[in-house]
């Protein structure tokens, strides 16, 4: 007996409601993508951990801390401590900041130079200005125009990738230590 064309409609609506797709967001734009990128490696959880919950709560003794180096499949750096990654992320954004301000930068020709001046009783503050730093890079690229951002996109691009980099590490160093909260979102 054949199926009556309205029963047929009846059966298989809920199967095309259910395969509708949602309605789609303005598409995306180079400024949308790279501001996208710079706030989740910095304050907005998504898919990782961004740097400011990594280094949230940690007091200046716990920033210091460096793993012991257990032989040559340690994961962690065995000469870097949170403080020192974190001292070093500060030091490459406020350099990159004032280079894609057009402001001249006097940047270090010894890398080890940036994470080995970390003060441990500077430690606040440090949290502090990379989290202001980190601000002000989103405020210029979410002030600049078209041409701008296109710019500045390859350099956007390599921050947003080091400072993610440089969080994995900040966080396997915490879990080595024993400080890492798996609520914040790596188990």
Known sequence: MPIKPILLTLLLSPLVVAQAPKPAGPPPTLKSVLLAELRSTHNKAEWFVPVNAAIAGLTPEQ??????????????PEDHSVGMLAYHLLYWNTAALAQLKGEKTATTSDNTETFNKFDATNWPETVKKLDENLTAIEQLVEAADDAKVAAMANAIAHISTHNAYHTGQIIMIR???GSWDPEKGVK
Request: glycine content about 6%; hydrophobic content about 30%.
């Open 63 to 76: 920033a210091r801390w460096i793993p012991k180096s257990e032989g040559p499949k340690n994961p962690a």
């Open 175 to 177: 879990k080595l230590q």
